[in-house]
DNA sequence: CGATCCTTTGAAGGACGTCAAGGTCTGTGG
DNA sequence: CCACAGACCTTGACGTCCTTCAAAGGATCG
């Protein structure tokens, strides 16, 4: 049972003026707040009342099933704005995977904005677009791609992401294993895989700093990533 | 190997004025153009030069890896929209389920039409949060369902699309079990088992013409469906 | 009415899930 | 400083669901 007892989240109670800048991430900074690792920024079908952008940390966004099963739907990194939505409501449940710090406005705000700037309301269209597209192309991962195939997809994805061959993964086997369709010990032995095949290596005393050797024999463990 | 000899594909060359209605799907009629059975309609990575609304028929979009696994992300019934993009090239590809038969219009005059539009603009940012709200849910699907479930939920979303129990199934086996993340003969026997659960029957002498017998007793097969 | 395609069903195999054990690291308190 | 608990990761063994392979029976169409 998935039975949420009491409600620990807390909302920040103040939020000034708030505006777009034409910076790779177009929201511009405001108000923030600070989520403990582990806790839950909004629930999935909850009404959408603000939009976040990550400052520090990292978010999962997730559906779950009645019994538990769970699938993550993205992870949202530094500058990554998530929680937008066109409807009333939210359609994920996101998560901080680790203590993490972010921006937010009003989802209200955002939307009179865009109502009379044009550049806003494409910049939302632009960002809907991206995520579809990031969905599109996970949908073929959890569909047809082996569990190498999928392990290999997100370190590439991270690699990207993080713009260095030296990724820190803040997110657990077990999130990663939701979020590519498989179980944790899947994932597991799919790094082990790619280690042994001289693909990655590990810094330090934790399997969550990686360093990827070979990012072109990566990439051939992934067809058409 | 999957090399395209010759493309036979077709184009219409007569485009007239093409506007938006109020109407369920907010599409005019104008040009159109009809496609036999199976051929392709646009390819993935091409130049978006069209967007389709469907008058009859049924199209699948899928993107495909290098050694042929076959991802559909979406079928598209009368009415549909397909073929919209934000960016300049198409992420799917296009093919004619049965012959079909579609109303098209220029993108840039679309996109041209938005920019002095802000009702058609918001058009165009509501068409693409339900093709991602689509996938979000698909991704959940694919990642974490059986294969039953799957088949069930396929019915259900076919069952409310088509606003109709009896279920007429433009599509293979072959093309469910690529929707679905799964092998044609797993879709087969999954409906074999409905069928023998007492949820669905069939039609006629083909498989494709389904009844849904008992729509709350489907919903049981589907978690959270 | 034969050729082809589609679907079903059975049998066997495999990739991944589940269960279990053990190891490492972290944080806490004695 | 060390003991201990807890969280997390890895690895092995085994089970299972789905895939693959194969065969046979329609259905469709020229």
Same mark, same amino acid.
């Given at each position: 049972?998935?039975?949420?007892?009491? +409600?620990?989240?807390?909302?920040?109670?103040?939020?000034? +003026?708030?505006?777009?800048?034409?910076? @790779? /991430?177009?929201?511009?900074?405001?108000?923030?707040?600070?989520?403990?690792?582990?806790?839950? *920024?909004?629930?999935?079908?909850?009404?959408?009342?603000?939009?976040?952008?990550?400052?520090?940390?990292?978010?999962? =966004?997730?559906?779950?099933?009645?019994?538990?099963? #769970?699938?993550? %739907?993205?992870? /949202?990194?530094?500058? +990554?704005?998530?929680?937008?939505?066109?409807?009333?409501?939210? #359609?994920?449940?996101?998560?901080?995977?680790?203590?993490t710090?972010?921006?937010? &406005?009003?989802?209200?705000?955002?939307?009179? &904005?865009? !109502?009379? !700037?044009?550049?806003?309301?494409?910049?939302?269209?632009?960002?809907?677009?991206?995520?579809?597209?990031?969905?599109?192309?996970?949908? $073929?991962?959890? %569909?047809?791609?082996?569990?190498?195939?999928?392990?290999?997809?997100?370190?590439?994805? &991270?690699?990207?992401?993080?713009?260095?061959?030296?990724?820190?993964? @803040? &997110?657990? #086997?077990?999130?990663?294993?939701d979020?590519?369709? $498989?179980?944790?010990?899947?994932? =597991?032995?799919?790094? =082990?895989?790619?280690?042994?095949? %001289?693909?990655?290596?590990? *810094? %330090?005393?934790?399997?969550?700093? *990686?360093?990827i050797? !070979?990012?072109?024999?990566?990439?051939?463990? !992934?067809?058409?990533?």
């Open positions: 049972m998935f039975v949420r007892t009491t +409600d620990q989240r807390l909302r920040p109670n103040t939020l000034g +003026d708030l505006g777009f800048t034409s910076a @790779p /991430h177009p929201m511009v900074k405001l108000s923030e707040f600070t989520y403990r690792k582990g806790k839950e *920024i909004f629930g999935e079908k909850e009404p959408a009342e603000y939009v976040y952008q990550i400052k520090r940390g990292a978010v999962r =966004s997730y559906k779950m099933l009645s019994d538990g099963r #769970r699938q993550i %739907g993205a992870f /949202h990194l530094k500058d +990554d704005i998530f929680g937008l939505e066109n409807g009333a409501n939210h #359609r994920f449940t996101a998560e901080a995977v680790v203590q710090t972010v921006y937010l &406005m009003k989802r209200v705000s955002l939307q009179s &904005m865009a !109502d009379t !700037d044009a550049a806003i309301s494409r910049n939302l269209l632009t960002m809907t677009t991206a995520n579809l597209e990031h969905a599109e192309n996970h949908m $073929l991962l959890l %569909g047809r791609k082996t569990a190498v195939e999928r392990v290999a997809a997100f370190l590439i994805e &991270m690699d990207r992401r993080t713009g260095s061959s030296n990724v820190s993964l @803040p &997110m657990s #086997r077990r999130d990663i294993a979020y590519l369709g $498989l179980s944790l010990e899947a994932v =597991s032995r799919a790094v =082990s895989r790619l280690h042994c095949e %001289g693909v990655l290596n590990f *810094i %330090g005393n934790t399997q969550r700093e *990686i360093v050797l !070979d990012l072109s024999k990566l990439h051939s463990f !992934d067809p058409q990533g």
